[in-house]
Nanobody, 129 residues
Framework: QVQLVESGGGLVQAGGSLRLSCAASGRSFSVYAMAWFRQTPEKERVFVAALTWTAGITYYADSVKGRFSISRDDAKNTVYLQMNSLKVEDTAVYHC??????????????????????WGQGTQVTVSL
């Protein structure tokens, strides 16, 4: 498994921007996809965005398309989530996730939490009016 540490959350006004970071570390690991999910007290973990490692394909939830962007820096073993035009409904704890077992290669697993075996503790994003 790989260890994931998120950062960059905080309080921002609606319409503002934040950039989340997810730093990966561990002994000799291979990553096949990384993703961001978000969770509120009322909902289970919900898919936000994903990036496949080999092909570099990106996926987004409909609710964030055109506003959020997932990217990576291989030299820093870090994945980013750039969030623009933030809305109050984006308020959640954002979790970074990694697939080190190729689980996301099958079906729609890239969009579901079961496709990922490593998780960060999360970073709080709060969007105010």
């Amino acid at each position: 498994q790989v260890q994931l540490v998120e950062s960059g959350g905080g309080l921002v006004q609606a319409g503002g921007s934040l950039r989340l970071s997810c730093a990966a570390s561990g002994r000799s690991f291979s990553v096949y996809a990384m993703a961001w999910f978000r969770q509120t007290p009322e909902k289970e973990r919900v898919f936000v965005a994903a990036l496949t490692w080999t092909a570099g394909i990106t996926y987004y939830a409909d609710s964030v398309k055109g506003r959020f962007s997932i990217s990576r820096d291989d030299a820093k073993n870090t994945v980013y989530l750039q969030m623009n035009s933030l809305k109050v409904e984006d308020t959640a704890v954002y979790h970074c996730a990694a697939d080190t077992r190729k689980s996301t290669y099958y079906g729609d697993a890239v969009f579901d939490s079961y496709g990922y075996d490593s998780w960060g503790q999360g970073t709080q994003v709060t969007v105010s009016l």
